[in-house]
């Protein structure tokens, strides 16, 4: 199936598409406006060879939308000031994206970070920023409470993709599950936001131990129901979803919007193929992978790392009930992924669900159209809520 102008907004260059596709992806949360991104694409499309204009034209527009929020903060419209700090730090985490890691790249996710955050929390008073303990340090996380529930509720952990952040899932994961009654704990585990760009904590294979501090901290909520946690991941969160579940079994069920990985290293390999072929070819950019390894200099090294990351003999410890969602037309981890790990969940209460071009997310963890995605597996959570 051909991609149409929304998926491939540039074409023959798919590492700027899908970077683009994410950001318009948050537009039916109000993190981003259509008009805005078209502004900044239309100013790409003759620059998609110069190395800085991605950059310049994201934080252009980023800053910008941050001169009115200022005004409309000190003019006391706090709620327009959460929206324009909201699309502006979504604008600038957008710019960050191909920015070898340095300072200037840490200062523009401090900057994006903040701003996403100050917008959050001003258009959601059902939102805190909250730090889960985690081997001697924390783990910043934003917890979304589902308006109108009292005593103990619900609840699913959501932990990112590689490329995204917490300030993203609590939105188009939050707010649908805010409206089902149930808690959402949207955090930065190792190797994400805010984690990886201000606190330097790179990823790691055995996400267990992330998943089982965020459990910890959940648990001991007084507004949540221990018994009724869920943990889910999208994207590469789809392999530390499955890791989580295989090893931690407090959680009441598990959810991989995306199967990976199965063999990382393998799969990470390949890509580091395609981008020597074609820089331009492959949804990452040629530095993305290394950097949350914590192996920036060191290719190999980040490969060889990598090779911790499968699910080749964990799979079959998964026993409690898990659901897979993926897409058919996925070009970034192909279907495959998928059916593979579905067959080697050892849990009798296993999922599947390929999403067709006809049903809507038919893109990599439905950055095209969350929402199928998210009802999708709302509706399968449910009665294990009861």
């Known amino acids: 199936m051909a991609n149409g102008p929304w998926v491939e907004h540039f074409p023959g260059n798919m590492v700027w598409s899908n970077a683009c596709l994410v950001t318009k992806g948050m537009a039916p949360?109000?993190?981003?406006?259509?008009?805005?991104?078209?502004?900044?694409?239309?100013?790409?499309?003759?620059?998609?060879?110069?190395?800085?204009?991605?950059?310049?034209?994201?934080?252009?527009?980023?800053?910008?939308?941050?001169?009115?929020?200022?005004?409309?903060?000190?003019?006391?419209?706090?709620?327009?000031?959460?929206?324009?700090?909201?699309?502006?730090?979504?604008?600038?985490?957008?710019?960050?994206?191909?920015?070898?890691?340095?300072?200037?790249?840490?200062?523009?996710?401090?900057?994006?970070?903040?701003?996403?955050?100050?917008?959050?929390?001003?258009?959601?008073?059902?939102?805190?920023?909250?730090?889960?303990?985690?081997?001697?340090?924390?783990?910043?996380?934003?917890?979304?409470?589902?308006?109108?529930?009292?005593?103990?509720?619900?609840?699913?952990?959501?932990?990112?993709?590689?490329?995204?952040?917490?300030?993203?899932?609590?939105?188009?994961?939050?707010?649908?599950?805010?409206?089902?009654?149930?808690?959402?704990?949207?955090?930065?585990?190792?190797?994400?936001?805010?984690?990886?760009?201000?606190?330097?904590?790179?990823?790691?294979?055995?996400?267990?131990?992330?998943?089982?501090?965020?459990?910890?901290?959940?648990?001991?909520r007084p507004d949540v129901d221990p018994q009724k946690v869920a943990v889910m991941g999208y994207s590469f969160g789809g392999y530390y979803a499955s890791r989580i579940a295989a090893f931690e079994k407090r959680y009441v069920a598990g959810v991989a919007m995306s199967a990976l990985h199965w063999d990382l290293a393998a799969w990470q390999a390949e890509i580091k193929r395609k981008q020597e072929a074609d820089p331009k070819g492959t949804s990452q950019s040629t530095f993305h992978f290394r950097w949350i390894m914590g192996c920036i200099d060191d290719g190999d090294a980040a490969i060889e790392k990598a090779r911790r990351f499968s699910l080749a003999d964990v799979a079959g410890q998964i026993s409690g009930p898990f659901l897979i969602v993926h897409a058919q037309d996925d070009k970034v981890v192909p279907v495959a992924s998928a059916h593979k790990l579905y067959e080697a969940v050892g849990s009798p209460r296993k999922h599947l669900k390929i999403l067709t071009a006809e049903e809507g997310g038919a893109y990599h963890a439905q950055a095209d159209n969350r929402q199928v995605g998210i009802d999708y597996i709302a509706d399968w959570i449910a009665p294990y809520f009861g």
């Open 29 to 220: 949360y109000g993190a981003v406006a259509l008009g805005e991104i078209d502004e900044v694409c239309e100013r790409l499309r003759s620059r998609q060879n110069e190395p800085d204009a991605w950059r310049e034209e994201w934080c252009v527009m980023g800053a910008r939308l941050e001169k009115v929020a200022d005004a409309a903060e000190a003019a006391g419209h706090r709620m327009t000031a959460g929206n324009y700090y909201l699309r502006a730090g979504m604008y600038y985490f957008t710019g960050e994206r191909f920015i070898i890691p340095g300072e200037q790249k840490r200062e523009i996710g401090r900057k994006s970070i903040e701003l996403q955050t100050r917008g959050i929390l001003r258009r959601y008073s059902n939102v805190e920023k909250v730090e889960v303990p985690y081997e001697g340090t924390t783990l910043p996380a934003l917890f979304m409470k589902a308006p109108g529930v009292s005593g103990r509720a619900p609840m699913v952990v959501v932990f990112n993709g590689m490329d995204n952040c917490k300030e993203m899932s609590v939105l188009f994961a939050g707010l649908e599950f805010a409206a089902r009654g149930w808690h959402t704990l949207a955090i930065d585990g190792p190797g994400q936001g805010e984690s990886l760009r201000l606190r330097d904590l790179y990823a790691r294979h055995d996400y267990e131990v992330p998943g089982a501090a965020a459990y910890d901290y959940v648990a001991a």
